[in-house]
């Protein structure tokens, strides 16, 4: 990677941080970024781990005012102070509501400002593609974030395929100015919209066609050369 490149982020779908729901793996999405809290649930115990734990594998964006990304705030109907609303229950970081000496302010950075648990952003919207190894006829569905590029699809395609970088994708377009189709190799640094395949989810629902009717299929050709991605 050039010098002054910034690393594209990684983006997971909201299924994918829901696979992380449990006690001891813990991530959520809040405002667009996802967060593994595992690390800041194992150093906690107590009842102001619970809401996190709660909620874990879910998106929590309501917890959050959008533009300061700090908790929302309302004011207290008894004491008519405003505080952090927190109808879900206090968690880590939240202060008490009435003041106390026990209260521990060193932690510096509250755990949804610290960037050491953010793992990624979470996918603003999400595709189902086929992707179809012309050699060996094997068909893979696969839920992607719309915003990946393909190289990093192929990343994903791993898990199927050792040998994903073996493989010349293309997918078939209709050419410019005709009804003719033609399979064109797929550029891969850029996203499936970018390279033709138009996500048409839109149109069926205004039309009330199952999202399913029509999966755009990627076609794997083998490139005699066993390179390991």
Do not use: C
Not at 10 to 27: I, L, N, Q, S
Not at 148 to 154: K, Q
């Amino acid at each position: 990677m050039g010098e002054g490149t910034e690393a594209r982020p990684r983006y997971y779908t909201p299924a994918e941080v829901g696979m992380h729901a449990a006690p001891d793996d813990v991530w959520v999405s809040f405002l667009g970024a996802v967060y593994n809290l595992t690390p800041l649930v194992k150093e906690h115990t107590g009842p102001l781990v619970d809401p996190i734990v709660k909620a874990a594998g879910t998106d929590i964006s309501h917890w959050f005012d959008p533009e300061s990304g700090h908790p929302r705030r309302h004011v207290d109907p008894i004491t008519n102070i405003e505080r952090p609303h927190v109808p879900m229950g206090r968690f880590v970081h939240i202060p008490p509501n009435e003041p106390v000496s026990s209260w521990d302010t060193s932690f510096g950075t509250p755990w949804w400002k610290d960037g050491k648990y953010k793992v990624g952003m979470l996918s603003q919207k999400t595709r189902v593609i086929r992707l179809k190894n012309v050699l060996t006829g094997q068909e893979d569905k696969l839920e992607v974030p719309a915003e990946e590029l393909i190289r990093e699809i192929r990343e994903r395609y791993l898990v199927y395929n050792w040998h994903a970088a073996s493989y010349t994708w293309k997918v078939m377009l209709s050419q410019e100015g005709g009804n003719d189709l033609r399979f064109v190799v797929m550029d891969m640094d850029k996203t499936l919209e970018e390279n033709g395949v138009i996500d048409e989810n839109q149109d069926f629902e205004a039309y009330g066609i199952p999202d399913d009717y029509y999966i755009p299929v990627i076609h794997l050709y083998y490139k005699d050369d066993l390179t390991v991605a």
